[in-house]
Every structure is written in C-alpha cells, then in structure tokens.
C-alpha cells in the first residue's frame, strides 16, 4: 500500500495538469506592524479627545488653546494622510477640520485685536460648535462604511 501512495505522489508531480500548489498564506500577527487604515482609527480617537481636551481648556483658560490648536493640527494631519492613505475622503476632511480651525482661531485673536479676556467670550462656542458638527461627521468618516464607488477615469 505505501508503494501506491508513493506511485500516486509521483504520479502527481508529473501530472502538467494538476491545480498548482498554493502556500497557506501567512496569518497577520497579532502585535505586528498596523496598516494605515488601524492607524486612521487610532488618529480619529487621539483627534476626538484632543477636540474635548481643547473645548474644556477653552473654558477653563483660554490661553491653552495655544497649545491645543498646535496639537491637535498635528493629530488632524496624521488623520488626513492615513485617510488619503485609506482612501476616506470623509476621513481627510475630518483630519484637515482641525488645522483648519486652529487657523480661523488664530485669524479671529489676530485681526480682532482680541486680548485672553476678550477672546474668552466667542471662542470657546466657537470651539464647542466645531466639536459637536466635526465629531460626528469624522468618526462616520473614518468608521462607518468605505464607499464601494470607484473612480471614474
């Protein structure tokens, strides 16, 4: 019987038509290295508390949000590579809201001439409406369902 098997095997291996041999493909390990879209989520979450981080500092000392706004740009910018990366325009947009409020925050203190106390009045709502419109819409962005759409050329 072990001279059939062996027939077999070696009848196998000549055999131009066989199904070719397919290695298992290696399992991901499980501390390995992250694809962009595990660092998107990653970004999206550090975003989301540097946005409520920065809307309690507001109004606890306005003058924090010169260290918030530089931050968490930061943050929104390592979202928007990995939403490009991922292809999430909802996700780079989300990514880029942050930048893009930090700039408004800083054109506003700047051409208004606004002191910490004058600016302790608007920024802070301003800073509120910003998270209650971009929060949802970004986490939807980055975890809600990718578009099926392809690109039309």
Known sequence: MATRNSFSDSADEANPYRAPKVAAEPSRP????RDASSWLR???????IATVA???AAFVDIESIVFSGPVASVIGWFVAINGLKC???AATAFGL??????IVTFLLINFMGWSPSDAQGPLPPLIVWYALIALPLGFFGVFGRPSTKQPTP
């Not at 499980?30 to 290295?33: I, K, N, Q, V, W």
């Open 87 to 89: 292809r999430r325009p």
């Open 97 to 102: 809201s942050a930048t893009a409020m930090t």
């Open 42 to 48: 990653l970004g999206a979450v550090l975003q989301a």
């Open 54 to 56: 920065a809307v309690v």
């Open 30 to 33: 499980r501390f390995g290295p």
